[in-house]
DNA sequence: AGCACGCCGACT
DNA sequence: GTCGGCGTGCTC
């Protein structure tokens, strides 16, 4: 006999141990999966992480089910990146695993349910329950464990199977379905001899009574012969010659043409290049070439360029380079929603190599990918991935680009692993030895940091393309303006002035309300009360178009009362969004221009996003009133005028990072302006504008604002300095969660010499009828986070030896920002 | 994380 | 009396 260690994808931290046999033991590679009987009756997908042994271990095993894989469908790179990765995040391997692979390639056994085949079953020994699933099942063969929950209309079905169980009526069993299928597609074509038109004509003649079915054959011969039809399917062939069915039916009948079928590519496809790489600057290629230099010493390169530096161009002759020399390359960006301009511009260059991956790609098409990227496709060597892309399977990875890298949307935070596509993915070029440029024109104070203390190289791009200005930026005082009713609504005098002026002149508007988090409410103008979740300590939000009241925590929702619950009035009123409120005033100002808005709510939809974009880039929006999406990574060639609603707002978050994303967000709504022809302006109204992060903003004056929050960073122990890690407690009962994270927090105090904050209940105390709170863990960057991080595991080992807490649940967040 | 076992309140 | 709530412990 012989033993594996394998990785089940659950929250445990160890690994299992199964029996094999010595077959299974020569073939079985770490990296492969196995289905495995885990628990009572469940089969799992897990991946063998260690080659068999001998080795016996003390205690007994199962053996495991079947091989699932011929070859490693993990290779060995993603394993240790995996690994460094639950280590350094704190969470298991096979959380991990969970997040890392495509949900197809982890198969879970489903239980089916079946009639047994007796003859006719006594229908008076059984239950109610039990009759109703039996004559489900007299419908439909086999039913799923969840259509009888549903057919039931409860949970718990266990006891019922079992009665029939008893009974004799069912079978039950446990189904693994290999769900990943190519995806087939039927075609027709012409009989092989009748491409000759000689033997096609013999045959037309013989038919001249089939009228339609010879036209279809004609049309079939003509769209056969045309280079540009490739394969033809009975549609194509019904809509060309215009005729039903039937006749094409006919003939595939008679053998004059046969169908055959064809595995079709899911993922969209590319055309192959068309365009010579960019032209660039002067400065450009003194920026290429220090890239390079620091790249020869095998150091992360972070690029600051400003707004419009022409970042991308440097990126595409990066990657034509690691193309050309065979390599593999992965471009990481924040949100892939936002980057279909992107994908355009890539699509140029490299068409036949772009590979896409995201969230929203449905299960079978990110199998695809994966199995391009690890047969080294060439349709697959430069991929474009928000940040779970990191978990393909490269090998020979030769760059890695992440794009905005100071963008927050990198971090992941529920569920584990809690890691940072950027952090994770410097880790993940280490061990490939790939070359690594990181870009942005407002860079994180983390990153312009170590590039500081010499383990990233910095190159600088200080100046647009093209010689373009920066746009101008002005502060517009409206505590002023609101003193001496000079506001129309939420607009300066000044603003709306420079926005006539912008649209007369035929530029576009674009206008910035960043009220971040904010959702609309229902309140009650009587008695002022907001409508709270019953199971979180938040307001529900109000939708509108489905005219109910929704809980974004954990999906409660009620239909929009008519009166206030609490005072009974019928004065309840729906404050909308920030951008709504704009938007019906910019409406009201500019009667004569075509308004849209671009938010949360606009966005919902697949395409709604790319769509609005795309009508914005094309002027059939004049005006375009938006939140933080805005900000990231858009060219709009027609936009002179950058209008921001209210700057104080992002600066009174309970943040230590407030003020650097308010700086980098409003550099970066600016630098939406002015990318063409003349230069941009960019009114901020705020109610403090001598505020110094304003004033830094104005003056793009990254220094300074790097200088003043380092220095207060350094001085309250936050990153860059310090690291943090927070532990959550969440419980039902309060007091017990409250006496739980008291006693870890006095053990940590105990067992580290670090600064313990808290505990401390957070902004939101209460999710889906669980309290929680807060425990801080901060630490200067050259402690071993190693060892700290040993302490935290024996403390919660020994945390979880406590029966009076053991409900209550610890999440650990490893730089929660 | 699931999942089952087992113990207690509140209903036919 | 039974049902279903949830606390408790286990999974190679
Ligand atoms: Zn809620
Ligand atoms: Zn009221």
Redesign the pocket.
């Known amino acids: 006999m012989y033993y594996i260690d394998v990785i089940l994808p659950?929250?445990?931290r160890?690994a299992?141990?199964?029996s094999v046999n010595k077959d299974e033991a020569l073939f079985l590679k770490p990296g492969m999966r196995v289905a495995v009987?885990?628990?009572?009756?469940?089969v799992y997908t897990a991946i063998v992480f260690r080659s068999a042994t001998a080795q016996e271990?003390g205690?007994p095993?199962?053996s495991i089910d079947h091989i699932l894989d011929e070859a490693p469908l993990i290779n060995s790179h993603q394993l240790k990146h995996w690994q460094w990765m639950a280590s350094y995040y704190l969470c298991t391997l096979g959380e991990v695993v969970r997040a890392a692979l495509p949900s197809l390639f982890l198969l879970e056994s489903e239980t089916m349910v079946r009639l047994k085949e007796t003859e006719l079953i006594d229908e008076s020994i059984l239950d109610d329950d039990e009759f109703q699933v039996v004559e489900a099942l007299g419908h439909q063969q086999t039913l799923h464990i969840n259509d009888i929950r549903s057919i039931l209309d409860?949970h718990?079905v266990?006891k019922v199977l079992q009665g029939l169980l008893e009974k004799d009526c069912i079978l039950i069993h446990e189904e693994v379905q290999e769900r990943y299928k190519p995806r087939l597609k039927t075609f027709i074509r012409l009989r092989a001899d009748l491409h000759q038109e000689s033997a096609l004509n013999e045959v037309l003649e013989q038919m001249s009574r089939a009228h339609a079915q010879r036209l279809a054959l004609m049309k079939m011969y003509l769209l056969t012969a045309d280079p540009n039809t490739e394969d033809i399917s009975q549609v194509d062939l019904q809509k060309a010659s215009e005729v039903s069915p039937g006749v094409i039916k006919a003939l595939l009948d008679k053998g004059l043409m046969e169908q055959y079928v064809k595995q079709m590519d899911r993922l969209d496809f590319y055309p192959g290049s068309v365009a010579n790489l960019p032209q660039l600057s002067s400065h450009q290629l003194t920026a290429l070439e220090e890239i390079e230099d620091y790249h020869g010493q095998e150091l992360p390169v972070l690029l600051h360029g400003v707004t419009g530096s022409g970042k991308t161009a440097l990126y595409i002759h990066l990657i034509a380079r690691q193309l050309e020399a065979g390599n593999q390359v992965l471009y990481l960006v924040p949100e892939i929603a936002l980057t279909t301009q992107l994908i355009q511009r890539l699509q140029a260059f490299f068409g036949e190599f772009l590979g896409v991956y995201h969230s929203r790609y449905n299960l079978q098409e990110r199998a695809e990918v994966w199995h391009n990227v690890a047969a080294k496709k060439q349709k697959a060597r430069l991929i474009i991935g928000a940040r779970s892309a990191i978990f393909l399977p490269f090998q020979n990875l030769g760059l890695v680009v992440i794009d905005e890298e100071h963008e927050p949307s990198f971090k992941q935070h529920n569920p584990a692993p809690r890691y940072h596509g950027r952090d994770s993915a410097l880790v993940l070029a280490q061990h490939h030895g790939a070359r690594v440029v990181m870009g942005s024109a407002t860079p994180s104070l983390e990153s312009s940091y170590l590039a500081d203390k010499g383990n990233y190289g910095l190159v600088k791009m200080p100046y647009r393309y093209n010689k373009m200005l920066m746009p101008q930026m002005e502060l517009i005082d409206i505590r002023e303006g609101y003193r001496k009713k000079r506001m129309t609504g939420h607009f300066s005098e000044r603003l709306i002035e420079q926005m006539s002026e912008s649209l007369e002149s035929g530029s576009q508007v674009i206008l910035f309300q960043n009220r971040r988090g904010y959702s609309p409410v229902l309140s009650c103008s009587t008695c002022g009360v907001v409508s709270e979740c019953p199971n979180c300590d938040v307001s529900l939000s109000y939708h509108e178009y489905q005219q109910q009241l929704r809980c974004h925590y954990c999906g409660y929702s009620m239909p929009v009362p008519v009166e206030c619950p609490a005072c009974g009035s019928a004065t309840l009123d729906a404050k909308g969004l920030g951008t709504q409120q704009v938007e019906a005033e910019v409406k009201e100002l500019f009667p004569d221009y075509r308004v849209a808005r671009m938010d949360q709510d606009t966005t919902r939809g697949k395409k709604a996003h790319s769509r609005l974009i795309n009508q914005f880039e094309d002027r059939e929006i004049d005006i375009l009133v938006g939140t933080q999406m805005l900000a990231k990574g858009l060219d709009f060639a027609g936009v002179k005028l950058v209008g921001v609603m209210n700057a104080d707002n992002l600066l009174s978050f309970p943040d230590f990072r407030a003020h650097e994303r308010c700086f980098q967000l409003l550099v970066q709504v600016g630098g939406r302006s002015g990318r063409q022809s003349e230069q941009g302006l960019v009114l901020i109204q705020a109610f403090n504008p001598y505020h110094t992060i304003l004033q830094q903003v104005t003056q793009y004056d990254y220094p300074a604002m790097y200088s003043q929050e380092t220095e207060e960073r350094r001085q309250f122990k936050y990153p860059p300095f310090y690291r943090v890690i927070r532990l959550t407690f969440k419980d039902?009962n309060r007091q017990k969660m409250q006496q739980a994270s008291r006693w870890f927090a006095t053990l940590l105090r105990h067992a580290l010499q670090v600064e313990i904050l808290g505990p401390e209940v957070p902004v939101i105390g209460r999710i889906r009828n669980q309290y929680l709170t807060h425990i801080l863990i901060k630490f200067d960057r050259d402690l071993s986070a190693y060892a700290i991080k040993e302490t935290i595991y024996r403390a919660e080992n020994r945390f979880k030896g406590l029966?009076e807490f053991?409900?209550v649940?610890i999440v650990m967040d490893v730089d929660p920002y």
């Open positions: 659950i929250p445990i160890q299992f141990t199964y009987p885990f628990g009572r009756s469940k271990p205690y095993t199962k409860r718990s266990v039902r029966k053991s409900t649940r």
